[in-house]
Every structure is written in structure tokens, then in C-alpha cells.
């Protein structure tokens, strides 16, 4: 399928076990390795945001990294796809995320995009100095169009492990438009799934978020009814 920066390929086509419902004919599809930070980042960033209630459990911090080469359709960031969207990662940004990090109501930090795990250059070094400044009382979640299984993959670049190993939470898979649901807790399609890192590692495989909990109703119709409701009540 095409998209507005042209045709979608699956560049590792008879790949096995690549994870949920990948490959998928809605993005690009990379091989083990295709793509690094080093080959393609620009040490660019779309974002800075603090106080956040949607990246993630509790209020975070996010950073929006730009570039992205999977191209999902209808990705509600595509206009970051380019690794050249933004301003370069600089050392004052990252005092100022220590900082807004430091806030006791502050949980965490987000990294998403644009794709984190082809930003490693800057992020490895924010979570390194994270840790060094508040060991693990701060978490670290992360969105990335790479399944866990692709990031497993013998012949990935080693960056992508590293930075794993700093991540608490790992939201991981493409955007499927034709998956979409907004009954998903922070996610936008039911292949991507929430993933306790460490618990993964430690076994070896997908260990899912203990605390996920999608929605049963969509939340707005919800309030409508009930309201409604109350207003007959009323009456």
C-alpha cells in the first residue's frame, strides 16, 4: 500500500516469528539490522512535554524524538517521520528534564516519537544520567513500532538491546489501522502490547504489564449515557 512518502515494503519478506501480526502490508517492514541510529538519526527532537497523564502510568515527562521509517498509515505522527523534524537534543534540554524529573509528583519519563529505539544516541544518554540521578524511583516507559521479537532478532544492532535495559515499560508494534480500538489502555491497535521489560529479560519472553487494564465501554459514550440518564432523573 502507498503511502504519502511512497510504497511500503517488508524488506526481511519469509521472516518468522516477528511478532504479532507482523509483517503487516500497512507499514514498512525492516530486516534485522536495516536500521540504526547511527546510519539515521540526526540527534533531532520533535518535543519536550512535562506534566503528562496520556504517555504512560501516572504524571510523566515525555520526549518526542524525531524519525521514523516504518510509516504506518494513518500514524497521528507522521509529521515527525522525518529524521530532520525539530531541534537538536542539547544539554540544557536535558537539565531541564532532570529537573522536571526531580518533582516528587513526576513518576517517570516517556520516550516516544518518531522511533525511540533509532534515537539511541540521545536517549541512551538521558537514561544513563537518570539512573545516576534517581536510580530506579523514576521509571522509564518507551513506544516503538519494533516488536520485541524483532528487537531479539540475531543481527540487531546492540543499541537497541542496551537501551532495553534501561526501559521499566516497552509499548511495542506498528500502528495497524484496520486493529485500531479505543478501548486499548495506551495504545492505538490490539497487536501492540504493554511490556514489563524487566520481567521479559529475565524470561525470555513478552512478559505483559501487570496493571494493563483496557477499557470495557468507550469512556465518552459512557459519560453520555449518564448523564443523560441523570438528567431524566432530574426531571
Partial sequence: MPTAQGKLHDFAAGGQDRGPWIPTDLSNNPRAGQWTSEKMSHGIVADYKRNIMTDGEGIRCSIYVSGCPFHCV???NSSIWDFQAGHPYTRDLEDRIIADL???FIQGI???GGEPLLNTGILLKLSKRIRQEFGHTKDIWCWTGYTWE??????ESPDKMELLGY???LVDGRYIKTLHDNL???RGSSNQRILDVPRSLESGKPVIWAKLHDQERFIPEVYGKDRAAGEGDAS
Fill in 150 to 155: 524483532e528487537l531479539r532478532r540475531p543481527g
Fill in 74 to 76: 494513518e500514524c497521528y
Fill in 110 to 112: 516517556t520516550y516516544l
Fill in 102 to 104: 526531580g518533582q516528587s
Fill in 184 to 186: 486499548l489502555q495506551f
Fill in 167 to 169: 526501559i521499566d515499560i
